[in-house]
């Protein structure tokens, strides 16, 4: 096995394999050869095999409807690969930034990337520069692919950022553009033969302190997620066509709409702006079959499908936030369609509990999926009995390796794969989710650290002191609720929760910003001067 690693960065900067979780091959499916490629897999055997004709990607490019064959999505992944190496420099283990929303060029350039040998890094499109820069100083990001029309915040994020050195945008006319240096490639490229063990992705989540981590993917991680979930659950067929929201970023948008519709040779359907009320008219639009989006949009969706036809529709996918039973109910009752839910995390890469139409139960997430083993634990490590509440610990072929983070010990101890959620099992094998274990708030299916939020609330000069939580909700399962304390000779008021609520979201991504705001005069605090969120987040229960 050889790494095909010229920069080595990430390699020398994985966790030490005593703090790594065990993983689990068992089966003949989650066999990998030494040298791999998942690009290779995933694309490039298609066309090989002759189905190069079959449609692969679908969506808009500046009002152009693109209906993109394996060969297509190929010719231009591998032109894009040509331009990473040839023009930019680009050497296996070069971290790459990509940023844009969902559409085919993304698609090809995530490809590009990981035929290059390089690193693909994803980042949410509604990340503001200081954000940006966390992820490119903390992953050393050389090189970024950047829709022109998210170019501002990447420009003011590469100020300070003295390792990006190349930044090229895509989706213009610009001489100097991609598109532009890809039509003077051809369409062909060696793939880059890359060890199973070289990292492919480094997929960044939030975490409860606003610190970005970085959790590292290899190839043969992105074959093990597609040959275990959609294999052993979904079940979909290669005629199916996915749709949903969420971004290629999050991994459950990146395994959901791109690498497990190709893993079979199924189509995708990548929207830019798949809100509740435009993807219902997209569905029917490109007659998909497979939905994947948080049980918050399948919610506000119900409300929309009468003027639609959704007939095509066969499976159902929900995931990024606990699905309540009132949602499920409402979906079925608006389509038929019984969903199949699941739970996933960005450091286990996709979805490893979970149930098919024919085994959902109502409030219950399901049974652990073929390839993985999870157990509910107490605080020392010990297995907890049926009907018991407490930590969710799971292991499998995928597991978290976070990019030289001290929180790696967090999340995994004696082996297992701590999720920060807490759980049961009931009598008969089932998970029920019951809570987050930590600081974070789901909201919407986005993951938001409200210390990240209160970092920003506090640069306010009108704020002197500030705790974020979680306040429950019943249509985004959460809502980010800050409780504010005033510096002296400044009053409350609708117009100043207004003002801070523009704030946060002039700073930082606006899915964070406090959709609620309560003014105190003190926040619960320790002896020590600690803030007590678990007082606000018991109030904001109340």
Known sequence: MTSAHVDTFAHDHLPPLELQPEFLFDGPDLQFPAQLNCATELLDRWVTQGQG???????????????????????????????????????????VLLRGANSPMLAACWF???????????????????????????????????????????????????????????HTPSADGLEARMAAKPATFDNVDTSRDDTCLIAFTS????????????????????????????????????????PLAFTFGLGGLLLFPLAIGASTVLVEKATPDALP?????????????????????????AGH????????????????????RLWKDATGIEMIDGIGSTEMLHIFISHDEAHARPGATGTAVPGYVARVIDDAGRPLQPGQIGRLAVKGPTGCRYLADERQRQYVQDGWNLTGDAYLVDEDGYYVYQARTDDMIVSGGYNIGGPEVEAVLLLHPKVAECGVVGAPHAERGQIVKAYVVLRAGHAPGDEL?????????????????????????????????KLQRFVLRREARA
Not at 80 to 92: C, S
Not at 136 to 149: G, N, P, Q, Y
Not at 209 to 236: E, I, N, S, Y
Request: charged share 20%; glycine share 6%.
């Open 112 to 170: 590009g990337v990981v035929k290059a040998g390089g690193i693909a890094v994803g980042s949410m499109p509604l990340l503001r520069a200081r954000e940006l820069t966390q992820i490119v100083t903390k992953a050393e990001i050389s090189h970024a692919l950047c829709d022109a029309r998210l170019a501002d915040e990447l420009a003011q994020a590469q100020a300070g950022c003295p390792t990006l050195k190349r930044v090229l945008h895509f």
């Open 497 to 529: 929760v207004r003002e801070l609520q523009d704030f946060v979201k002039a700073q930082i991504a606006p899915y964070k910003y406090p959709r609620a705001i309560e003014f105190r005069d003190a926040l619960p605090r320790t002896e020590t001067g």
């Open 53 to 95: 004709d079959r449609l692969c990607v679908q969506g808009m490019a500046q009002g152009v409807r693109l209906r993109w064959t394996y060969r297509d999505l190929q010719a231009q992944a591998n032109r894009i690969a040509r331009v990473l190496v040839e023009d930019l420099g680009l050497v296996p283990g070069n971290r």
């Open 281 to 305: 008219a997209a569905i029917a639009a490109y007659r998909a079959t497979v939905c994947v989006t948080a049980p918050t949009s399948y919610r506000a969706m119900a409300a929309q499908l």
């Open 309 to 328: 036809d959704a007939s095509s529709l066969r499976k159902c996918v929900s995931a990024g936030e606990a699905l309540p039973a009132a949602t499920r």
């Open 207 to 246: 975490g409860t302190t606003g610190q970005p981590k970085g959790t590292m993917h290899f190839h043969r991680d992105v074959m093990a997620a597609c040959a275990c979930w959609p294999r052993h659950v979904l079940r979909a067929s290669p005629d199916d066509v996915f749709i949903g929201s969420p």
